[in-house]
């Protein structure tokens, strides 16, 4: 597509901003929102320097449906429509299930399931009215292998995102809206550095078959493929990035 309209949740760091520069390479107008005004107008300002046609950031918490709402009219008020959005924002929550509290569960569970659904319904909303759209949810391997460190509450919140995903798309699919997940596994982010603390980098690296972490770089690369115009067959998947990590 010319000149795409992309909006991404959670772009201030890590995988969600490589995306971000990815599309600004690519000439996109980039809408990034996140939760720090400073960083994301820097942001703004790094993009339009790396080559997008425009970019606007959006502040906004995912967990609030007006602020979804306002991300996602923002977009459409500055350019016209909504062609791509990739729902990033999340976070991680390692620890035993003898440490669960009511209260951890509820606060992962509004950032990774209800800031995805929220996201989808109105990226949606917009995107059916224009008779095409494409969405990617962020997930993790986690929502399908298990982790020693104790990752129960997180890897059920990916659960819950794949298993929307699969739903959404068949929503969406006879709508000209596709949905897929991308579920990346050892990425070299800062969530990437917990976990290595908690098991021992030396020994996570070794578990990958590659004997190395991906980078969020490698990971906005697949998005980006996996929401354009040239996998238009792909809707309802899960593609995972991990270095074969999971297929041991």
Do not use: W
Request: charged share 25%.
């Amino acid at each position: 597509m010319a000149t795409p309209v992309v909006l991404i949740t959670g772009a201030l760091t890590g995988i969600g901003r490589a995306t971000a520069v990815a599309y600004a390479r690519e000439g996109a107008k980039v809408v990034v929102s996140g939760r720090h005004r400073d960083a994301g107008e820097a942001l703004v300002t790094e993009l339009k320097q790396k080559g997008a046609a425009d970019a606007l950031f959006v502040r906004a918490d995912i967990r609030k449906e007006e602020d979804v709402k306002a991300a996602v009219d923002s977009a459409v008020e500055r350019f016209g429509r909504l062609d791509i959005a990739i729902n990033n924002a999340g976070r991680d929550g390692l620890g035993a299930i003898t440490e669960v509290t009511p209260e951890s569960y509820a606060e992962l569970f509004d950032t990774n399931v209800l800031g995805v659904l929220l996201s989808l319904k109105h990226e949606f909303r917009v995107m059916e009215a224009q008779g095409k759209g494409s969405i990617v949810n962020i997930s993790s391997i986690f929502g399908h292998v298990g982790f020693p460190g104790g990752a129960s509450v997180y890897a059920g919140s990916k659960h819950a995102v794949e298993g929307i995903t699969k739903s959404v798309a068949l929503e969406g699919a006879a709508k000209g809206v596709r949905v897929n997940a991308v579920a990346p596994g050892p990425i070299e982010t800062a969530m990437f550095d917990r976990v290595a603390d908690i098991a021992g980098r030396d020994q996570l690296i070794g578990m990958i078959p590659t004997k190395r972490a991906g980078t969020p770089e490698e990971t906005a690369n697949l998005i980006v493929f996996l929401a354009s115009d040239k996998s238009p067959f792909i809707t309802g998947e899960i593609v995972t990035i991990d270095g074969g990590f999971a297929a041991g």
